[in-house]
């Protein structure tokens, strides 16, 4: 007999920040980044910067660290 699985998804906080070239190549990557953002995740434009940023769900910080 198999034992039953034991999965633990860890939530943790992410911010990925990167430069373009300008900030017409920003715009179109953030514009095409927006779509596939789920409710936990906000991408902004400063200049030539993209920062798109994760968050648990429920906002909580994760009981483990990441």
């Known amino acids: 007999m198999t034992e039953p699985a034991t999965h633990?998804?860890?939530?943790?906080n992410a911010t990925v920040r990167t430069e373009y070239e300008?900030?017409?190549?920003?715009?179109?990557?953030?514009?095409?980044?927006v779509p596939d953002n789920t409710a936990s995740m906000t991408t902004q434009i400063e200049g030539s910067t993209v920062t798109t940023e994760t968050r648990p769900r429920d906002n909580r910080r994760a009981a483990v660290n990441c």
Do not use: E, L
Not at 22 to 33: E, I, L, N, Y
């Open 22 to 33: 300008g900030s017409t190549r920003a715009d179109r990557v953030a514009r095409a980044v």
């Open 8 to 12: 633990r998804a860890v939530a943790c």
